[in-house]
């Protein structure tokens, strides 16, 4: 991430009041980006038993653990140069290396990049899953193609995959040869930031909209208005910086590919509703206790549970 956006381009002093708060934003796009991963507990929680208490148990326990781990790294990266020493520390190539190479020894520098690599490799992992998994479940409930939701002789999703395969090397391959990996993940970070800033923004609105009218005897005031209106404000100064960067460049027009993919989605969802409405309202349905009138529902449960694919993927 450093090695993609040195210090020397996102000051530390900027120039003018408007500069400072851009800088805030981009930082917020990529420290939401390095902490997203936590709500991926609900794309997998249909292989749960309990799915009501699972996914908010793993959810709240995954963000609690996360948090302190990061609280602890900075905390050990911040003594370890001083406060004098920060600047410096944000210009080197490998920070981590950097540290190894004071603290313990510059021939343990293997291990720190064997340890980054296998947390790279894991987090592409869970990525990859949570897409696909997405996908499957999409296809299956028809809100897109069917296919998706076909199985191999060894019940994986085999479409999905290929779909979640093709589409990382349409993006990855060009940018790649074009101005190296470390810009490239850059790239793909901001647009992805974007994307988790739109997502988390739209679930906490849902959230209010959900239990002022659905969900009514269940609301709660700081659970269920408090808390996600202030966490909506607070993912729309992220929104500000992208919308008013300070230049031009492909860094800073990327992220609009976010928007176009949002609206995109806006489409077919009216088009699935128009067209399918049946279908529309049994979308998120199986997280959802069964009552006397969701019928439809309990059958869908029931058919889910010969599409499965195996491995709770």
């Not at 998706?148 to 993006?171: N, Y």
């Not at 996600?228 to 500000?240: D, E, G, H, S």
């Amino acid at each position: 991430m450093r090695r993609a956006f040195p210090a020397g381009k996102l000051k530390l002093r900027p120039t003018s009041p408007s500069g400072q708060l851009t800088d805030i934003t981009d930082a917020m796009i990529y420290a939401i980006t390095a902490f997203a991963g936590f709500e991926a507990a609900a794309a997998l929680g249909e292989e749960a038993r309990n799915t009501r208490r699972s996914i908010p148990a793993s959810t709240i326990g995954v963000v609690i653990v996360a948090g302190i781990f990061y609280l602890l790294v900075v905390c050990a990266e911040t003594f370890g140069v001083g406060r004098r020493g920060i600047s410096g520390f944000a210009r080197q190539p490998s920070p981590l290396g950097y540290l190894t190479s004071q603290y313990w020894s510059p021939s343990a520098l293997w291990a720190i990049d064997l340890v980054v690599m296998l947390t790279g490799l894991g987090f592409a992992i869970a990525v990859v899953n949570a897409a696909i998994r997405v996908l499957f479940a999409m296809g299956r409930e028809r809100a897109l193609p069917a296919s998706l939701a076909r199985l191999s002789s060894r019940q994986t999703p085999a479409v999905s995959i290929g779909c979640v395969a093709v589409l990382a090397l349409v993006l990855g391959l060009p940018l790649t040869y074009a101005d190296g990996g470390a810009r490239t993940f850059g790239y793909l970070a901001g647009a992805g930031g974007l994307s988790i800033v739109l997502i988390y923004l739209a679930v906490n609105i849902a959230a209010i909209r959900a239990f002022r009218t659905e969900f009514r005897d269940q609301f709660r005031l700081w659970r269920h208005l408090l808390v996600p209106a202030t966490a909506a404000v607070l993912f729309l100064f992220p929104l500000w910086g992208i919308v008013h960067p300070r230049s031009r460049t492909l860094a800073d027009l990327l992220p609009f590919a976010a928007l176009g993919w949002l609206g995109l989605g806006a489409i077919a969802a009216g088009v699935l509703r128009a067209r399918r409405p049946a279908s529309f309202e049994t979308l998120g349905r199986i997280f959802m206790p069964a009552t006397d009138g969701q019928g439809a529902v309990r059958a869908l449960r029931a058919s889910r549970s010969t599409s499965r694919p195996r491995g709770g993927m």
